[in-house]
């Protein structure tokens, strides 16, 4: 699956595949349903992505890029969570192995987020966070979507895996997490 360029202004509009009989009142609805779908679900998403190793303001910028593509697919995607994560993750996994270190970065906040937000904070006295920083970034990325409730069998066919494979992966981060967890890093 090849994501759509990316374009730098958001589109508004009702979804293309619509027909141009239906009325403003649908186009509302989609709106709405979508409206409410964003601001339930961006604060998770940025999260999400920081689980798997982003930095704050990667992970917003990345949320934000994913919700534009989500609304211009609203009409098509039947299960809109799994959909941004696995797009998300993807996009991500690009950037990630794109950046090269800059340090002047880490100091820099997306305007998504406030200055000091609750994800700092959380960030900050997570020790669950500090484990998974530890895991391979394979191993990373599945605990994370495991985190979110997802199945072994899930996990791969959303991020086109062997289920085996997320299994291995899967069992090698929980015995290193319980490894790490377990040794006492309570603050």
Same mark, same amino acid.
């Given at each position: 699956?090849?994501?759509?360029?990316?374009?730098?202004?958001?589109?508004?509009?009702?979804? %293309?595949?619509?027909?141009?009989?239906?009325?403003?009142?649908?186009?509302?609805?989609?709106? =709405?349903?979508?409206?409410?779908?964003?601001?339930?679900?961006?604060?998770?998403?940025?999260?999400?992505?920081?689980? /798997?190793?982003?930095? /704050?303001?990667?992970?917003?910028?990345? %949320?934000?890029?994913?919700?534009?593509?989500?609304?211009? !697919?609203?009409?098509?995607? *039947?299960?809109?969570?799994?959909?941004?994560?696995?797009?998300?993750?993807? %996009?991500?996994?690009?950037?990630?192995?794109?950046?090269?270190?800059?340090?002047?970065? =880490?100091?820099?906040?997306?305007?998504?987020?406030?200055?000091?937000?609750?994800?700092?904070?959380?960030?900050?006295?997570?020790?669950?966070? *500090? %484990?998974?920083?530890? $895991?391979?970034?394979? +191993?990373?990325?599945?605990?994370?979507?495991?985190?979110?409730?997802? =199945?072994?069998?899930?996990?791969?066919? +959303? $991020? /086109?895996?062997?289920?085996?494979?997320?299994?291995?992966?899967?069992? !090698?981060?929980?015995?290193?997490?319980?490894?790490?967890?377990?040794?006492?890093? /309570?603050?």
């Amino acid at each position: 699956m090849t994501d759509e360029p990316d374009r730098t202004g958001a589109d508004v509009r009702a979804p %293309a595949h619509l027909p141009p009989s239906l009325t403003t009142e649908l186009e509302l609805i989609y709106r =709405e349903e979508f409206s409410a779908f964003y601001r339930g679900f961006i604060d998770k998403l940025v999260g999400f992505l920081i689980l /798997q190793g982003a930095r /704050q303001g990667d992970a917003a910028e990345v %949320a934000q890029e994913t919700m534009i593509k989500l609304w211009r !697919k609203w009409g098509d995607v *039947e299960s809109p969570a799994a959909w941004t994560r696995r797009v998300a993750s993807r %996009a991500m996994a690009r950037r990630i192995g794109d950046i090269e270190e800059d340090p002047i970065a =880490e100091l820099e906040h997306s305007a998504l987020l406030p200055a000091k937000s609750d994800i700092d904070e959380w960030v900050e006295r997570n020790d669950y966070y *500090e %484990a998974l920083a530890q $895991l391979p970034p394979r +191993q990373r990325q599945l605990m994370v979507w495991c985190r979110e409730g997802y =199945e072994p069998t899930e996990i791969a066919e +959303q $991020l /086109q895996m062997n289920p085996a494979t997320v299994r291995s992966n899967l069992r !090698k981060a929980r015995r290193t997490l319980m490894g790490t967890l377990g040794r006492g890093t /309570q603050r």
